[in-house]
């Protein structure tokens, strides 16, 4: 099992930017594609960003697109998310994710081990 932890969510205004890091240990991270996902209040959980094992191979959610970047650092077993020109409907807690094998990068079934979240707040 891979373990995760996810850092750098905060309070951010509209328009501002933050970058989100989940660390992983226990697994050989190059093996793992890594992915990012969100819930806010009341809602379910999304895919927002998804990054393979051959770095140059990047998904993202619709709602994000143009916005948010997804990238790793095999040296460290980093994974990133870049968020810019953030909007209220962003605030969420967001969970990072591994994903072992195969199947849909979009759906979380996918993914085997998960972070705790960090907490992103937009305000107007």
């Known amino acids: 099992q891979m373990q995760l932890g996810e850092s750098g969510g905060g309070l951010v205004q509209a328009g501002g930017s933050l970058r989100l890091s989940c660390t992983a240990s226990?697994?050989?991270?190059?093996?793992?594609?890594m992915g990012w996902f969100r819930q806010a209040p009341g809602a379910e959980r999304e895919f927002v960003a998804a990054?393979?094992?051959?770095?140059?191979?990047?998904y993202y959610g619709d709602s994000v697109k143009g916005r948010f970047t997804i990238s790793r650092d095999h040296s460290t077993g980093t994974v990133f998310l870049q968020m810019n020109n953030l909007k209220l409907e962003d605030t969420a807690v967001y969970y990072c994710?591994?994903?072992?094998?195969?199947?849909?990068?979009?759906?979380?079934?996918?993914?085997?081990?998960w972070g705790q979240g960090t907490l992103v707040t937009v305000s107007a």
């Open positions: 226990g697994r050989t991270f190059r093996n793992y594609a």
């Open positions: 990054l393979g094992w051959d770095v140059t191979r990047q």
């Open positions: 994710a591994a994903r072992g094998g195969g199947g849909n990068v979009y759906s979380q079934s996918s993914y085997a081990d």
